[in-house]
């Protein structure tokens, strides 16, 4: 048995039928892809646009900064 729980029925005096399974085969690097592409979008974000378009979301930016260094 690869159940846990069918283990602890049948040392407890159950009777087990498996009546329907699966069998799953073993698959070398089944996540790598999904990974791989995790892994370029947490360390090669796509560029971000500044807020509000054009030379307004950069004039905010500048403007931010100046007072953060006040």
Not at 9 to 33: C, M, P, T, W
Not at 41 to 54: T, V
């Amino acid at each position: 048995y690869f159940s846990e729980e069918l283990k602890f029925a049948k040392e407890n005096g159950y009777s087990v039928r498996v009546i329907k399974g699966y069998r799953l085969d073993a698959q070398h690097n089944v996540f790598d892809s999904y990974i791989k592409d995790v892994y370029e979008k947490k360390y090669y974000p796509p560029p971000r646009k500044l807020a509000g378009g054009g030379g307004r979301g950069y004039k905010n930016v500048i403007i931010v900064k100046f007072l953060l260094n006040l």
